[in-house]
């Protein structure tokens, strides 16, 4: 699998960098704003996102990926409260309920026909008064209309944020249950 041998040989290294860290602090802002005690990052790669956060009013956080080897990178930190499991978003349904769902640079990976029941098998993992947070790189062509055009979603947020070294930007929202 190609996420596999990518984060072996170093290809993910960057998210770590100074170029992509305004979405993981715009993602931090939502944290500390919405205050979720259960946390499930799904295609969390090596768990960049537990390096850069700042926000821990959180009793528990499941990082989820489908690149085994990025899945073992992330154990090996030794996260404070975190766990992390190899699961493909695919065929995963979530096994408890979360307060806040995190999807960061992972929802343009699952093919447009599997969208629809990707994202609700991943809603059914979300607390009725939980947050989905979502972000996409650039315009995110035929994706945000899951989130925003989506009858079981309400927009709570909705940020663009840009890159301070070049014109690379992201765009992210967080979404309750009606
Ligand atoms: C661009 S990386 C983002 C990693 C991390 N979310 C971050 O922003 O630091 C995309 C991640 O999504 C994961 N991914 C892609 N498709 C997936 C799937 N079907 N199931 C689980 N993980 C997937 C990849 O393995 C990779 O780690």
């Known amino acids: 699998m190609k996420f596999n041998s990518q984060y072996r040989r170093g290809k993910w290294d960057k998210l770590g960098g100074e170029k992509e860290s305004v979405r993981y602090e715009q ?21 960049v996102l537990n390096r850069r956060m700042t926000y821990d ?15 073992n990178m992330a154990k090996k930190q030794g996260y404070p409260k975190a766990t992390f499991e190899t699961h493909d978003l695919l065929d995963f ?10 999807l960061n640079e992972a929802f343009y990976y699952i093919h447009d026909s599997e969208r629809t029941r ?15 947070i979502v972000s996409i790189f650039r315009e995110g062509a035929t994706c945000w209309e899951y989130f925003k055009e989506n009858p079981k979603l309400k927009e709570e947020a909705f940020d663009v944020v840009h890159s301070k070294l070049d014109d690379t930007y992201w765009k992210l929202g967080a979404y309750s249950k009606t």
Do not use: Q, W
């Open 57 to 71: 009013g959180f009793d528990s956080f499941l990082g989820v990926d489908y690149a085994e080897v990025s899945v």
């Open 118 to 132: 990707v994202l609700n098998n991943i809603l059914s993992g979300l607390n009725d008064n939980g947050i989905l």
């Open 93 to 102: 349904t979530p096994k408890d309920n979360y307060d806040a769902i995190i």
């Open 27 to 47: 993602i931090d802002a939502y944290l500390h704003r919405f205050k979720p005690a259960s946390i499930m990052d799904l295609g969390c790669g090596d768990g």
